[in-house]
């Protein structure tokens, strides 16, 4: 065994963190594989296609003097298939012949070369990575016109390399030479690269720069649209909402041209991120507000594959903490919740080194992330077809997330909405997840384009303040209510048009409320469920906003407002009897065609991604009691777990049980086991497997529902119907 794979290979019966390590049929009575269950052969040059496990090793300058026969040999050993390796962008690892195309010193013959020999050598599929998103001092020095500037017109240099700016030649046309030599040379069964961006934030120092304001952006800017880049970086800016479209339209036409020109020398290998398969990062960021985000790998997964349906995904799990230590690592347990989290989904495994495996000081969480790698392989044929089939859509708006500057990466930026909308769309996601409530993400670019149809696919729709609806979106939401689905809207849900405008009326006909008025400081405001015909436990707390309208006839309110409580000193904390109650609805219904519609007018999920109080999370789980059909399947027993959802053609479900209670605020240990959970299935069921725990689970059926007694659940479990 070769110095790489040292302390990593880990045996089949390696028990870490509850994860076991089982074939299917191998262990505790499971049934043996029928024949139409066996895994796919894995195919390098159609990788894409199979049950593929990456491990990208982002090497560096010094790792040219490794041997890539042992960098090989280490990977596959660990349980990858698929290896993602450095060629060019910043640094060429291969004899590049172009003058501004920094070649690596430490380099003695053809790295690219032995590397790619290699790796196809021990099987696996090689994927060729680029970094064409900055460029080497000489290059700055020599044209300085090609690289981008802060919105204080200052070079974005860090370490000696330059931001190249979309719009300038390094980006739209010596980023194409570099690709034109190596894939002349080199064909890759792939291609990554950090590629082509407008930067708001330096993501090595955490410094906000703002938008470019170099001379190629002014002038393009200007030949689109006939104004001024915008001064200030958000929505108060009247040219804000056009040079979002420009940066929209200026990456898609540079991509489109990197696609025609690298097109005949891939010869059918295609580039991640673009149209035959997906790829994401999974990383910390110390520099983000806390508390830390545990959802990071379900959440990436499920946007991605809403915007894109049926193609490949995985996001690849970052081993260091944040930039500023590369060489500090992640914990086994953060690893396996991430990853956990994209199976059950339909993902695969990604892992992203830095160097090689030899060069990883602790050695300590190797061992059981390459156990989970192999477990994957033991497992593939389970995975294999499934698809999100999960009945409750959470929408994801990209449009919404634009107008208030809520995207974390990329063009984050502040608006007097970025707080409220961030909050919105990460206290739905946890929501969901702590009722158990099985989710899919909705695109709403696949919702307008008509290629998600709600009604087939959807028994709820949950609308997390999504504030910009586009007039294609707003009717086939009104159609998926019509038809019987469930609607639920919180904030200030349609107020605006697709151009960031607001609008007269609501643009959706089935909402209660009508046209939107003033909002209101709802400080101190609670609801009374005591009074209502929405059952939960305790007092409702409102703060932020409350957004007033008019409503639409046949509206009923499900949770009346209590009277307002003084809050101090604490003799005077009480209601004044029979002091008068808000009129207003705090949580507002209307029957549409054969279903109906709610509107929440406050920031409910924003309340709870602040203060995780149950009373938030019950009034969306009892509103999809109350509304929708019974769910197919519920998880039950104590403990913080996600259940997740996946189906396939045949009629077998795989269902995935996330054990979150190793994780708090920012620190992940491995997981307590879960004892005494139970999934129910709706009707009649037949054999289910656990494939973690590795035993056939015998059903007992109970009302309407077959249980099953899952064995206790580490890190996850995931369940075979």
């Known amino acids: 065994m070769s110095d790489d794979a040292s302390g990593v290979a880990a045996s089949r019966r390696t028990v870490l963190g509850g994860l076991t390590l089982t074939a299917l049929g191998a262990a505790g009575g499971a049934r043996a594989l029928a024949p139409q269950d066996a895994a796919t052969p894995f195919t390098p040059r159609r990788w894409y296609e199979g049950d593929y496990r990456i491990v990208q090793t982002n090497l560096r300058e010094i790792d040219v003097r490794r041997d890539p026969r042992d960098i090989a040999r280490a990977v596959r050993e660990f349980g990858g298939n698929t290896i993602v390796s450095n060629i060019g962008g910043i640094v060429a690892f291969y004899p590049t012949d172009l003058q501004y195309h920094y070649r690596n010193p430490y380099l003695r013959g053809d790295f690219v070369g032995d590397m790619m020999e290699a790796s196809r050598s021990e099987g696996m599929a090689y994927l060729g990575r680029f970094d064409l998103a900055k460029g080497m001092k000489p290059v700055f020095d020599a044209h300085p016109e090609w690289f981008s500037l802060t919105r204080d017109g200052k070079p974005r240099e860090y370490n000696g390399t330059y931001q190249a700016c979309p719009n300038g030649q390094w980006s739209q046309t010596y980023s194409i030479e570099i690709l034109r030599e190596a894939l002349t040379r080199y064909k890759p069964d792939g291609v990554f690269f950090n590629g082509f961006y407008f930067p708001t934030t330096n993501w090595y120092s955490a ?29 108060t800016d009247p040219a804000w909402t056009d040079y979002q479209a420009f940066q929209r339209r200026t990456l898609s036409d540079l991509l489109t041209k990197v696609d025609a020109s690298t097109a005949p020398l891939l010869l059918g290998a295609p580039i991640m991120g673009r149209s035959v398969v997906g790829r994401g990062e999974l ?64 993902g695969h495994l990604d892992l992203y080194l830095m ?70 769309g990460r206290g739905s996601y946890a929501m969901l997840v702590a009722a158990r409530l099985p989710f899919q993400l909705v695109s709403d670019a696949r919702v307008a384009d008509g290629t998600t149809r709600l009604s ?45 405008q607001r609008t007269a009326a609501v643009s959706l006909r089935c909402l209660p409320t009508a046209a939107y008025g003033e909002r209101a400081e709802a400080e101190g405001w609670s609801l009374d469920p005591g009074k209502g015909d929405l059952k939960v436990t305790g007092r409702v707390p409102i703060d932020a906003f409350y957004y007033r309208g008019e409503l639409r006839p046949g509206t009923r309110d499900l949770l009346p407002f209590a009277p307002d409580q003084r809050y101090g000193p604490p003799e005077f904390s009480y209601a004044v009897p029979g002091a008068p109650v808000r009129k207003l609805p705090g949580v507002a219904v209307r029957a549409h065609g ?92 037949g054999e289910a497997r656990a494939l973690v725990g590795g035993q056939a689970l015998p059903g007992r059926r109970e009302g309407d529902r077959t249980w099953f007694d899952l064995p206790p659940v580490g890190a996850f479990e995931a369940v075979l119907v």
Request: with cysteine; proline share 7%; aromatic share 10%.
């Open 207 to 235: 410094e906000d720069q703002g938008n470019c304001t170099c001379d190629n952006c002014r002038r393009a800017f200007r030949a689109m649209y006939g104004r001024d880049l915008p001064k200030v970086d958000n929505a």
């Open 283 to 346: 990383q910390r960021g110390v520099h983000r507000a806390p508390p830390e985000w545990p959802f990071q790998g379900g959440e990436q997964s499920r946007a991605y594959m809403a915007a894109n349906p049926g193609k490949p995904w995985s996001t690849t799990s970052n081993a260091f903490i944040d930039f500023p230590w590369r060489q500090v690592t992640e914990t086994a347990a953060y690893h396996e919740l991430r990853l956990a989290q994209v199976m059950g989904v339909g």
């Open 456 to 500: 087939e696919r959807f028994d709820v729709l949950y609308l997390p303040n999504t504030m910009v609806l586009s007039p294609a979106e707003a009717a086939a939401i009104d159609a998926f209510v019509a038809n019987g689905g469930l609607l639920i809207a919180t904030g200030m849900t349609g107020g605006y048009d697709a151009k960031g």
């Open 594 to 685: 054969r279903g109906h519609a709610v509107h929440i007018p406050w920031h409910m999920d924003w309340h709870y991604h602040r203060d995780g109080l149950p009373v938030h999370r019950d009034i969306l789980a009892a509103l999809v009691a109350k509304y929708a059909p019974p769910p197919r399947f519920v998880l039950t027993g104590d403990g913080a777990a996600e259940l997740m959802e996946l189906a396939r053609p045949d009629g077998r479900s795989l269902l995935t049980v996330v054990n979150y209670t190793g994780q708090r605020n920012g620190s992940y240990d491995t997981a307590p086991r879960l004892h005494g959970l139970r999934l129910g299935v709706r009707g009649p069921a």
């Open 355 to 424: 160097g090689t495996l030899a060069d990883i000081d602790d050695r300590s969480w190797l061992p059981p992330v390459s156990n989970l790698f192999k477990w994957r392989t033991a497992n593939e044929a389970a995975y294999r077809g499934m698809a999100p089939s999960a009945r409750i859509g959470l929408y994801d708006s990209a449009a919404t997330k634009q107008f208030t500057g809520a995207n974390e990466f990329f063009g984050a930026f502040d608006t007097p909405f970025r707080e409220y909308q961030m909050g919105a």
